[in-house]
C-alpha cells in the first residue's frame, strides 16, 4: 500500500478509533503533507534515518511565512524548534500507526524531538484578576453572558473550546458539571457561587430556545444566524476587550485565565495531581509548569535564610 493511502487511513483511524478532534486531524494531515512533499517517498519501507535527517535540515531552514509571522517565527523567521517539534510528533505518531498494522517502516522511536527552551507563563496579578472578572457591568445580556463567562472561565481552568460547547441545560443546584475535553475524555470540573450565580442570571434573561450555553448577542437580544453558539474566537476578542476596560496592558485570553484557575489552586495548597486531573492535561508533566511560580515553600526558604550575614 503506498504511503498517501496510508496517510488517509492513518487520519482515519485518529477521527474514529482515537477520537481526535477535526482540527487535530487536520493539522496532522498538514504536517505529514509537508513531509511526503519533501521525501518524495512511494512505500512506507523507503522512511529511513537518512530521509528523517535531511527532513530536520530541511525543517530548520524553513521561512515561517508571511501568514505565521509571529508565534511560530524563531530567529529570521525561520519555524521555531517548538513548530518544528509538531511535525515530527505526526510523523512519528503515523510511524506508531505503521507499527500496529505490521508495516515496515523507520521505528518511531528513532526520531527523537529537538530540545526547547523551557515554556514561560503568561500571568496576570490577583488583583488584575479581580479587576477582569468585574468588568463586565450592567444588566444587558450581552454582559451578563460576558460576565458569567469570565467567572466561568475562572471556576472551572476550561480550555475555551470546552467552553464553547457547553449546553445549556446544566444543573446550577450542582457544584460541578461534566465536559468532554481533549480526545474526547470526561472530566469533571466544579462551579463557585460566583459562577452560578452569574450563568443564573444569565440565563433567566435569555428569550431563546438555542441549546448552546453561550450564544451571540447584538442589541440586547439573541442574533440572527444559523448557529448562535459563541466561537473560541468571539470568546478571545471578548476577554481582550475587558482586559482593556480593566486596565490590565498585558495580553489577556482565555487560556491566561486558565492559567490563573491553576496557579490560584497551586498557591492556596492544592497537590499537583489533583490540579492535572482538573485541568484535564494528559501529562502531569503540563502541569508541572506551574509549580516554578507557585512554590511558596521556596519562597519563604529564600526569604528565611538568604543574605543573613549582610544585615
Known amino acids: 500500500m503506498k504511503l498517501p493511502q496510508l ?18 486531524i487536520e493539522n496532522y494531515d498538514h504536517y505529514l503533507s509537508r513531509f511526503l512533499e519533501f521525501a518524495k517517498l512511494t512505500e512506507a519501507d523507503e522512511i529511513t534515518d537518512e530521509i528523517v535527517r535531511k527532513y530536520r535540515i530541511w525543517l530548520n531552514r524553513q521561512d515561517a511565512g508571511k501568514k505565521r509571522r509571529g508565534a511560530d517565527e524563531g530567529i529570521s523567521g525561520t519555524l521555531k524548534k517548538k513548530t518544528q517539534n509538531y511535525y515530527l510528533i505526526a510523523l512519528r505518531a503515523f510511524l506508531k500507526y505503521l507499527v500496529r498494522r505490521e508495516i515496515k517502516s523507520l521505528q518511531p522511536d528513532r526520531i527523537d524531538l529537538a530540545k526547547t527552551s523551557e515554556r514561560s507563563l503568561d500571568l496576570i496579578s490577583s488583583d488584575e484578576l479581580a479587576r477582569l472578572l468585574s468588568a463586565p457591568k450592567g444588566d444587558k445580556l450581552q454582559n451578563l453572558r460576558d ?52 450563568i443564573k442570571k444569565y440565563l433567566e434573561k435569555r428569550d431563546d430556545v438555542d441549546d448552546a450555553l453561550f450564544v451571540k448577542h447584538t ?22 476587550h475587558y482586559a482593556l476596560a480593566a486596565g490590565i496592558s498585558k495580553k ?43 512554590d511558596k515553600g521556596l519562597r519563604e526558604i529564600h526569604k528565611n535564610f538568604h543574605g543573613k550575614k549582610r544585615t
Open 7 to 24: 496517510k488517509t487511513e492513518f487520519l482515519e483511524h485518529l477521527e474514529i478509533e482515537r477520537g481526535r478532534s477535526l482540527k487535530t
Open 147 to 198: 460576565r458569567a463567562i469570565l467567572e466561568l472561565l475562572f471556576s472551572t481552568g476550561l480550555r475555551v473550546s470546552e467552553l464553547c460547547s457547553l449546553s445549556r441545560y446544566i444543573d446550577l443546584k450542582k457544584d460541578e458539571l461534566s465536559v468532554r475535553g481533549k480526545g474526547e475524555k470526561i472530566r469533571v470540573v466544579f462551579l463557585s457561587e460566583d459562577a452560578k450565580d452569574a
Open 219 to 240: 442589541n440586547g437580544g439573541a442574533k440572527d444566524s444559523k448557529s448562535l453558539r459563541l466561537t473560541p474566537r468571539s470568546v478571545e476578542r471578548m476577554a481582550e
Open 252 to 294: 489577556v485570553t482565555p487560556h491566561v485565565i486558565r492559567h490563573s484557575f491553576a496557579t490560584d489552586l497551586l498557591e492556596n495548597g492544592a497537590d499537583l495531581r489533583s490540579v492535572q486531573v482538573m485541568l484535564g492535561h494528559s501529562n502531569i508533566a503540563t502541569t508541572q509548569i506551574y509549580t516554578h511560580v507557585t
